[in-house]
């Protein structure tokens, strides 16, 4: 049984930028996307130091999606009335479709070839749609949609070690990802 303890220890990548000026919708959506994927593994790993065991690289992956997921959504209400409509879109889409090649990537290491992709955005549209109707109040989501992720954590860990995974991202897990977001977004999503 995993026994709850520190929040994990993540930095993020890379938020800051060297030169100065206007940046691309594609070059702020690599540098969120190299982050939210960074956050995810890091999350992941920090919840094996606790004892959750995975059992299988097809059960990690699920828990990955899911943390992605919930991580794409939080940014994309970070950015909601920072970035004009057609920005946020662009910016959200940008980064789900880096987050895919990247995820694709991974599952054909491990798994050899096939249609990963696909199966990967259809995962984050249905997520996202499930997410939109939880509220938040400050920027903080409440604790159903809380529940309703870790819940999401639990059902992709269901072969495996899965005893307290719910109380593990509710108290830990999501509110250090909601951390993370916001700073990188704050840092990493402006225009310039």
């Not at 938020?15 to 890091?42: C, D, M, Y």
């Not at 987050?99 to 798994?111: H, I, S, V, W, Y």
């Not at 050899?112 to 984050?124: A, M, N, S, T, V």
């Amino acid at each position: 049984m995993a026994i709850i303890s520190s929040r994990p220890q993540i930095a993020l990548v890379k938020t800051r930028w060297r030169k100065k000026g206007a940046r691309t919708v594609e070059e702020r959506a690599s540098v969120i996307g190299a982050n939210v994927w960074k956050i995810a593994l890091e999350v992941f790993r920090h919840m094996e130091k606790e004892g959750f065991r995975f059992g299988s690289d097809r059960l990690t992956t699920e828990v990955i999606t899911e943390f992605i997921a919930f991580l794409v959504q939080l940014a994309d209400r970070a950015v909601y009335g920072r970035l004009a409509e057609d920005e946020r879109a662009a910016l959200i889409g940008a980064l789900v479709r880096h987050l895919a090649a990247t995820m694709e990537n991974n599952q054909q290491d491990l798994f050899g070839p096939g249609e990963y992709r696909k199966p990967f955005i259809d995962r984050l549209n249905a997520r996202f749609g499930e997410y939109a109707g939880f509220e938040y109040r400050d920027g903080e989501p409440g604790y159903s949609c809380l529940r309703y992720f870790a819940g999401k954590v639990a059902d992709a860990m269901a072969e495996g070690d899965n005893k307290g995974v719910v109380e593990q991202m509710i108290d830990i897990g999501a509110p250090e990802m909601v951390r993370l977001v916001r700073k990188l977004v704050e840092q990493a999503a402006a225009p310039a």
